[in-house]
Nanobody, 124 residues
Framework: QVQLVESGGGSVQAGGSLRLSCAAS????????MAWFRQAPGKEREFVAR????????YYADSVKGRFTISTDNAKNTVYPQMNSMKPEDTAVYYC?????????????????WGQGTQVTVSS
C-alpha cells in the first residue's frame, strides 16, 4: 500500500524560502511520476510541479517556474519542492501525489495516490 507523508510546511514572509518533503513508501517508485499540487481556500486544487522518478525530468506550472525546484532523493524515497522568492499567493495546503505512469498530465485525476497535505502560509 502506497503511503505519502508530507512535512515541512509552515509560515514564511514574502521573498523567503521553504522546503517541503514527501516521504513515499509501500512500492518501488522507479517508474512513477511524483507531483505537488496546492489548494488555497475557496479554490480548486491546482498543479504545481512534477518529476519522473529516476529520469528526473521536470515540469512546472507557469506560476512557480523559476522560483520552485522539484527534486528527488532516491536513497530516501523522498520528493522535495524547494520554494524560493515566495509570494502571498503561494499560500495554500500543499499535497504530494504519485502516478503509476511516466507520461502523465497535470489533472488531479491523473494521480493515483495522495498525501494528507501540509499548510504553507506566506505573509506580506
Amino acid at each position: 500500500q502506497v503511503q505519502l507523508v508530507e512535512s515541512g510546511g509552515g509560515s514564511v514572509q514574502a521573498g523567503g524560502s521553504l522546503r517541503l518533503s514527501c516521504a513515499a513508501s509501500g512500492r518501488t517508485f522507479s517508474s512513477y511520476t511524483m507531483a505537488w499540487f496546492r489548494q488555497a481556500p475557496g479554490k480548486e486544487r491546482e498543479f504545481v510541479a512534477r518529476i519522473t522518478w529516476g529520469a528526473g525530468s521536470t515540469y512546472y506550472a507557469d506560476s512557480v517556474k523559476g522560483r520552485f525546484t522539484i527534486s528527488t532523493d532516491n536513497a530516501k524515497n523522498t520528493v522535495y519542492p524547494q520554494m524560493n522568492s515566495m509570494k502571498p499567493e503561494d499560500t495554500a495546503v500543499y499535497y504530494c501525489a504519485a502516478s503509476k505512469f511516466r507520461t502523465v498530465g497535470t489533472a488531479t485525476s491523473a494521480y493515483d495516490y495522495w498525501g494528507q497535505g501540509t499548510q504553507v502560509t506566506v505573509s506580506s
